[in-house]
């Protein structure tokens, strides 16, 4: 027997809040494990993997899954508070990127080592660059009148892009990092492979979800 249309948009929904929950879940244990394993303060370096899976795998994913209609954490809140807990956790991201960059940075100069050399390494400056110009992008959208010559919905449309590239890159940049010798030295087998599991999973969620959020506020808005 067919299924009715609000059938499917039922199980629609729930399995997106089934997904969703699993990218809550998955970003946490993520970096819970990168925490474990590289356990910061025991050396300088330790406090690099930390605070990168910290803002790109856990806080990031938290701060674009506040919009989820389905998965949000913040389902009952206003969208003004919403905004403003993204704001914040967006924050957060640029503070650990930056003290992560500089940390590695400084690593390396004590060690004599050559900077931005590796796939991982470049990759992971073009991904702080990148998340320090779309923070400071979304100013704009907190006051909209300096760009008098873009609408405000046009301007959120192209924040929320630039945003899910900015989280792809910082997905990327995850996977090289559990391609660099520290972490295959430390992690290997079927272990390794859940790990570069992790931000594939949470970015395929999360572009869904992105993609789907808006798609509901154009549809409640008039």
């Given at each position: ?13 729930s399995l997106r809040a089934v ?133 405000l919905a046009k301007l959120k ?66």
């Amino acid at each position: 027997m067919a299924l009715t249309i609000e059938t499917e948009s039922r199980i629609y929904r729930s399995l997106r809040a089934v997904s969703g929950i699993t990218a809550h879940l998955v970003s946490l244990g993520f970096t819970i494990f990168v925490a474990v394993l590289a356990r910061p303060g025991s050396s300088l370096f330790s406090w690099h993997p930390f605070l990168m899976s910290l803002a790109f795998s856990f806080l990031m994913t938290e701060a674009l899954l506040v919009f989820s209609p389905e998965s949000s954490l913040l389902r009952s809140f206003s969208r003004k508070a919403k905004v403003r807990f993204h704001w914040a956790l967006q924050l957060l991201v640029l503070l650990c990127a930056l003290l992560g960059l500089a940390i590695i940075s400084y690593n390396k100069y004590l060690n004599g080592k050559a900077h931005f050399v590796t796939w991982h390494g470049l990759t992971g400056l073009l991904t702080v660059l990148y998340t320090s110009m779309q923070c400071t992008g979304g100013v704009v959208l907190l006051y909209p009148k300096l760009m008098k010559n873009w609408t405000l919905a046009k301007l959120k449309v192209y924040h929320a892009t630039s945003g899910l590239v900015g989280y792809l890159l910082g997905c990327a940049s995850l996977m090289l990092a559990m391609c660099s010798l520290w972490f295959t030295t430390a992690v290997t087998g079927l272990s390794w492979y859940l790990s570069v599991l992790c931000p594939i999973l949470t970015s395929l969620v999360i572009m869904n979800q992105v993609s789907n959020a808006y798609l509901y506020r154009k549809r409640i808005q008039p």
